[in-house]
């Protein structure tokens, strides 16, 4: 097994990566609002997007989500995902869980995730009936992780609810522009640092473990393990793996919020297919810039640290230095000007 789970992005996961990841030890969770849940063969949609000129590709990506999600999709996709040899994990926002919840359950998937922008306990809605955290996860045969928040007492407020497993990041990933349009967010490692504060403190009121997942704004292995070292239980990552052969987005990727066509909060970047999935999560690595090989970077930091397992990552000393990725290396960037 991996700390590795690949984000629910339509650039990123299919049930074909997904078992690709399985393979590796991972876990990818599949977007039930997204164009896989729209379409019988969604390859031409994802063609048209990652081929839309820049000034068209807005417009392409409200007209792919226009199509309704359809049911039997969404059963022949956790069937897929089953067939591929992977664990059907899927997510859907706020609005849709209460729909698609019981149904997945139902028809087979093991985890079910709960995603918006900012996940409280007292989530507001207007356009619809605000779903009950804690009404939800009870109900639900099957867990149910919540995300995304950054703050201690929402993530404690969460857990009591009954979340499964906390999603951590506003804002930090590389297609999301949620700060950039909303202004909300919170720098990831403090994020991490203060969930992380709030599992452990439940964990003592309780004696239940709940999950941290750092979601986002990781690119290169000094990050994954600086999330971890914050306190981080698993990773979330999508542009990075976005980048592989296995990966549906034919070398681009976007934001889940980028489709919106009243208020995008995501957009399309050109991420590039530099090898296959195992080559950039275990190598061997062909750059040195470290976004290749990123479990065998994450392993060989924890060895130098002396931790053998994640929760004594945990514990190491961390020490906040804003220039430390400059420090010293004039010439290693003015090779890359």
């Known amino acids: 097994m991996i700390p590795i789970i690949a984000a629910a992005m339509d650039a990123v996961v299919d049930p074909a990566f997904a078992g690709a990841l399985a393979k590796l030890g991972g876990l ?11 379409y019988d063969d969604p390859a031409e949609v994802l063609r048209r997007i990652a081929t839309a000129p820049d000034d068209e590709v807005q417009r392409a990506l409200s007209e792919a989500y226009t199509a309704p999600i359809r049911e039997d999709l969404v ?20 609005g849709a869980a209460r729909r698609w919840g019981p ?35 009870r109900f639900m ?23 499964a ?19 909300i967010g919170v720098p990831q490692v403090t994020a991490v640092a203060d969930v992380a504060g709030a599992r452990d403190a439940y964990l003592r009121e309780t004696g239940r473990y709940v999950p941290v997942v750092a979601d986002g704004g990781m690119r290169r292995g000094g990050e994954l393990a600086k999330a971890i070292a914050a306190g981080a239980d698993a990773l979330m990552l999508g542009s990075p793996l976005a980048r592989a052969e296995e990966a549906p987005g034919q070398g681009v990727n976007w934001g889940m919020a980028a489709p919106s066509p009243v208020l995008p909060r995501g957009t399309r970047i050109k991420v590039g297919t530099v090898g296959t999935l195992e080559k950039i999560l275990l190598g061997p690595a062909t750059v040195s810039d ?27 000393e961390m020490v906040i230095a804003p220039a430390i990725a400059t420090e010293g290396k004039s010439w290693q960037l003015a090779g890359r000007e």
């Open 28 to 38: 990818a969770v599949l977007n039930l609002e997204g164009v896989q849940a729209r």
């Open 75 to 94: 059963a022949r996709r956790i069937e897929e995902i089953h067939d591929a040899g992977s664990k059907a994990a899927v997510a859907a926002t706020p």
């Open 103 to 137: 149904f997945c359950a139902e028809h087979g998937a093991d985890m079910f995730l709960v995603q918006s922008q900012v996940s409280s306990a007292r989530h507001l809605a207007s356009g619809y009936d605000p779903l009950s955290l804690g009404e939800f996860t």
């Open 141 to 163: 045969p099957i867990p149910v992780a919540v995300g995304n928040t950054t703050s201690a007492e929402a993530a404690y407020l969460l857990m009591e609810q009954g979340a």
């Open 165 to 183: 497993a906390v999603f951590v990041g506003v804002g930090p990933g590389a297609a999301c522009t949620t700060r950039e349009v909303l202004g």
């Open 290 to 316: 470290g976004s290749q090989n990123l479990v065998g970077a994450l392993r060989q930091s924890m060895a130098a640290l002396g931790a053998r397992s994640i929760e004594e990552m945990h514990r190491v």
